[in-house]
Nanobody
Framework: QVQLEESGGGLVQAGGSLRLSCAAS????????MGWFRQAPGKEREFVST????????TYADSVKGRFTISRDNAKNTVYLQMSNVKPEDTAVYYC?????????????????WGQGTQVTVSS
């Protein structure tokens, strides 16, 4: 099982950019899918993006498609979320999650390990 730690959150103005990182420790990172989820105050946790074990397949929520890019560096055991043209509605705690297989979907039950989260706040 992998342990996950997110970083890179902070305060950003609408229209700006931010890059989140998720460092994994433990065995198996390079053979599993990784995902990003987010949870805004008073709302349920929602899917943002996922990337397959090799990086060859990525999926995005409609709300971030064309603005966010997920990537991974298996040599560094790290997955990234590049956020561009951010909007106030992107404000949330962002969580990194490790998939249960080589490719995972948008459901939380597809993921077995979660980080503690990093706060992203977008000001208008």
């Amino acid at each position: 099982q992998v342990q996950l730690e997110e970083s890179g959150g902070g305060l950003v103005q609408a229209g700006g950019s931010l890059r989140l990182s998720c460092a994994a420790s433990g065995r198996g990172f390079s053979s599993i899918a990784m995902g990003w989820f987010r949870q805004a105050p008073g709302k349920e946790r929602e899917f943002v993006s996922t990337i397959s074990w090799s990086g060859g397949r990525t999926t995005y929520a409609d709300s971030v498609k064309g603005r966010f890019t997920i990537s991974r560096d298996n040599a560094k055991n790290t997955v990234y979320l590049q956020m561009s043209n951010v909007k106030p509605e992107d404000t949330a705690v962002y969580y990194c999650a490790a998939g249960k297989g080589r490719a995972s979907g948008a459901a939380a039950y597809d993921y077995g390990s979660w980080g503690q989260g990093t706060q992203v706040t977008v000001s208008s």
